[in-house]
């Protein structure tokens, strides 16, 4: 009796919760969302040629001499005003602006892709550049504590005739007797 109360309040819950809606049983064709900002790229590139426009000049001069040289004949399938070549001219017209503009919208989000990635770029070779010259002025300040090698040669030569002046003045006390202290008995001689 228990598994029935546990089924009869399942079935309560589903007929007290709304309906989930289910995944449709029938699998969508996997559409490229890009496809067809491509396609339009494709015509873009070549609503934009000369070939297209030697072409379409091409077929409005055939258009209209067909239908004017065989006007009498049954051939004619657009008479004068050529309202047929009109509306065909519309038609073109009014899908080639459309995808011109999604083309041009397209190269302008790579445009700007680009262009943050530039200067992200840039960012990036600025503080390079910006910690490259800290460490060279680092290193320039190191380098202009440290001694030179002329300012060695001068303290060594500055050092030799200190101490060739210090040997003629021990020469000199030398030469004149023992010191003496100042209670007149003569200075220990020093040990070398």
Known sequence: MSSRTAKGRRRASRLAAPRQRRAPRIQSQYYDPDAFGRFSETIARYLGTARFLVVQTAVVVIWIAWNVLFRHASLSFDPYPFILLTLALSLQASYAAPLILLAQNRQEERDREEMLEDR?????????????ARELAAIRLALGEM???DYLS???ERLDNELRRLRREVAKVQARGP????????????EE
């Not at 992200?120 to 490259?132: G, S, V, W």
């Open 120 to 132: 992200r770029t840039n960012t990036r070779a600025l503080a390079d550049t910006e910690y490259l």
């Open 179 to 190: 010191a003496r202290t100042p209670g007149g008995n003569p200075a220990p001689a020093a």
């Open 147 to 149: 001694p030179t090698r």
């Open 154 to 156: 001068e303290e060594l």
